[in-house]
């Protein structure tokens, strides 16, 4: 399973990018995506969740994003939707995905990050 993180870029504070985490190499769906932030000098920190269930997905999303930045699914493409940036909102972007294994067990991958710098 690879996964393609991309969408990131420049932006002006108090604006917005779209992130994209593509999975490919597998015909499962992902059972949860994470993205993830690091900022420079920083640990990475979870920002935000999707899990898949059979009523359909659940989001979770850290205090600090919660009023601005979405999460969504099409397929086993998972987008991180982000307005009203902040220069805090700064950093490489990771995600990470669960997929379940022929034995039936899980494997969590992960993509390469993609930048996001916020200037005002």
């Known amino acids: 399973v690879q996964l393609q993180a991309s969408g990131g870029g420049l932006a002006q504070v108090g604006g917005s990018l779209k992130l994209a985490c593509e999975a490919s190499?597998?015909?499962?769906?992902?059972?949860?995506v994470q993205w993830h932030r690091q900022a420079p000098g920083e640990q990475r920190e979870l920002v935000a969740t999707?899990?898949?269930?059979?009523?359909?997905?659940t989001t979770t999303l850290d205090p600090s994003v919660k009023r601005r930045f979405t999460v969504s699914r099409e397929g086993n493409t998972v987008y991180l939707q982000m307005i009203d940036l902040q220069a805090m909102d700064s950093g490489d972007y990771f995600c990470n995905a669960n997929v379940y294994t022929p034995s039936g067990g899980s494997v969590w991958y992960w993509g390469q990050g993609t930048q996001v710098t916020v200037s005002s």
């Open positions: 190499g597998t015909n499962a769906l992902l059972n949860a």
């Open positions: 999707l899990m898949r269930r059979a009523s359909g997905d």
